[in-house]
């Protein structure tokens, strides 16, 4: 079934749920008005369906490959790519003074959304230089910025982010390797990295990689690493490419899924690279990447999700399979009512996922318009929350895809696995769900849960107005809130971090599930409480909404049980 942009819904959530207003009416984002929006919205949504989702089947069955040490993409990336760059995609939130459009990242958010629902693997490239740009924007010398950002920007060039080692995954601070001074202000790189999407390709121009490394004065630990840029060409003075740097590509890896995006095992040895940033200060830039990252993956995860409801739905409008006792029925699946359930799963969980996620992005374009604090704190507390929703819920959706198509979806050619495929990695890269659970209970509670605590009373005093219109819903949104908060007062009671970590999951996702009814709420509110997206806020309010109840509980329960069996008990 041909991918149809879902541009209504963002309109929508855009001027009814998250306040996109707020963000055009600063200084820093006043170009963006709802016409500039709806074009953008628009124009994107064409390019997904018409150029980028009739290759992502080809990505799928043709992957990229290695051949005599050049990198081989799928069938029809490089011509996809050219589209993405042609159109400026690329840096759609980046400095205009480089050759961005300068739009609130609450539309590259939007975009990825959309790019990840046509083709994901091929998406994820210009996801990543998204995030280099974001870094070497906040981070880099006005030297790498005049010479690295006009060209990612553009296209021409493209970015990496190479954090992991064989050794050192999550820990990034047990990373081996090194960085030399070579006396001119460059450094030699050295070391080997793992799992480096888009590690390279042939679309011609540079990969630039940003790679974490430790100076030889560098401590061990986070604390004594370093970031570097380290191109795949070292451009001359002109920004033309020059000689090949001394690092290559040894492998790609066999992956499950996102088969057309080249996962790349890179050798550095003795590269030429430049710092970007202070010496030994390498996380705190590398993190600027990440942070971008964890928000954009999420909207891989909501694309997916948006991507495989579309694709079950027509299946289940066409395929004929028993009787079912409803009036006005087409005789198809869709009658039944359990494939009924499924879908509409799929459907409300997608606009609540894609909701907070935008709700996220909001809050970081506010902050950096206004530099409020408490703005930022909103966008810091939310990225957990929208990065974990999202992939849990294209990793749900997608395994509904595969159900709703029963036995076909099981057989490849129908295409309902391969969305399955590609959206498991999701919950795992840039911080798997459990560990962006243990930051959101931890560090984004260091404030003594003041962050969470405002966005609730926000909550609840909009909720305490929909009484009036919608007093059913809101009387569960008002209670489901009540209970977050005592869980919320609970986790910062606990001087005992594990106790908080057993229960963070379970916390990170009924906070989801309460977010989500809010903003359902939202929407049957803007349309007075009648209507189709009424219709399908109350089936996730009285039907999904509840999950927050068992969720909050569980994450109450503190450590003790996960560790009351012996190591010899659990392989029992």
Wanted: one cysteine or more.
């Amino acid at each position: 079934m041909p991918y149809r942009a879902p541009v209504a819904d963002y309109k929508f959530i855009f001027e009814h749920v998250v306040g996109l207003t707020q963000v055009s009416a600063t200084e820093k984002f006043a170009e963006a008005t709802s016409d500039v929006t709806d074009a953008i919205l628009t124009e994107a949504g064409r390019m997904c369906e018409e150029v980028l989702a009739p290759l992502n089947r080809n990505g799928d069955l043709f992957p990229a490959a290695v051949e005599n040490g050049v990198v081989r993409t799928s069938k029809g990336f490089a011509d996809g790519f050219k589209a993405i760059a042609e159109g400026g995609w690329v840096g759609i939130s980046a400095d205009p003074e480089y050759g961005g459009m300068g739009l609130p990242i609450a539309m590259t958010t939007a975009l990825n959304d959309m790019m990840s629902a046509s083709c994901m693997a091929l998406g994820l490239n210009p996801l990543l230089t998204q995030g280099q740009i974001e870094a070497l924007e906040h981070h880099a010398s006005d030297e790498i910025k005049a010479m690295y950002l006009p060209k990612l920007i553009s296209g021409e060039w493209t970015g990496t982010m190479n954090l992991t080692e064989p050794q050192a995954g999550s820990d990034v601070g047990a990373l081996r390797s090194k960085a030399e001074p070579n006396g001119d202000g460059s450094y030699a790189v050295s070391g080997q990295k793992i799992f480096i999407s888009w590690g390279d390709h042939d679309f011609g121009g540079n990969v630039c990689h940003l790679v974490l490394a430790r100076l030889p004065d560098g401590a061990e630990g986070t604390r004594g690493i370093s970031l570097f840029m380290v191109p795949k060409f070292i451009p001359n003075e002109d920004g033309s490419l020059g000689e090949a740097n001394s690092l290559r590509v040894v492998s790609l890896e066999h992956k499950m899924g996102i088969h057309g995006s080249p996962t790349a095992v890179m050798e550095f040895d003795g590269a030429t690279g430049w710092l970007v940033g202070a010496e030994h200060k390498g996380m705190a830039a590398m993190f600027t990447m990440m942070n971008n990252a964890r928000l954009a993956v999420g909207a891989q995860g909501i694309g997916i999700a948006e991507g495989a409801y579309q694709h079950a739905l027509s299946y289940a409008l066409d395929r004929k399979q028993g009787p079912t006792p409803v009036n006005d029925k087409n005789g198809a699946i869709v009658d039944h009512a359990d494939v009924r359930r499924m879908l509409l799963e799929m459907k409300a969980d997608t606009f609540a996922a894609r909701s907070i996620g935008l709700a996220c992005a909001v809050a970081i374009d506010m902050g950096n318009a206004t530099g409020d604090a408490e703005w930022k704190a909103r966008a810091a507390f939310l990225t957990p929350i929208a990065k974990s929703f999202g992939s849990d819920t294209g990793i749900r959706s997608a395994e509904l895809g595969v159900q709703v198509h029963g036995g076909m979806g099981f057989i490849e050619e129908t295409g309902a696995a391969q969305y399955s495929r590609d959206v498991r990695v999701t919950a795992i890269y840039e911080g798997t769900n459990g560990i962006q659970a243990m930051d959101l209970v931890a560090r984004k509670m260091m404030d003594g849960g003041e962050a969470a605590y405002r966005l609730l009373d926000e909550i609840q005093a909009d909720v305490e107005t929909a009484r009036a219109q919608c007093p059913d819903l809101g009387e569960k949104v008002w209670n489901a809130c009540e209970t977050l908060r005592e869980t919320t007062e609970w986790l910062v009671s606990q001087g005992d971090l594990n106790a908080r970590f057993a229960g963070a999951v379970a916390y990170q996702s009924g906070f989801a599930r309460v977010l989500g009814g809010y903003y359902h709420l939202k929407a049957a509110l803007a349309e007075t409480g009648t209507g189709a997206r009424t219709k399908l806020a109350r089936f996730y309010i009285t039907r999904l909404l509840p999950e927050h109840a068992s969720l909050l509980e569980t994450a109450m329960q503190g450590a003790e049980d996960l560790y009351a069996l012996s190591l010899d008990e659990l392989g029992a």
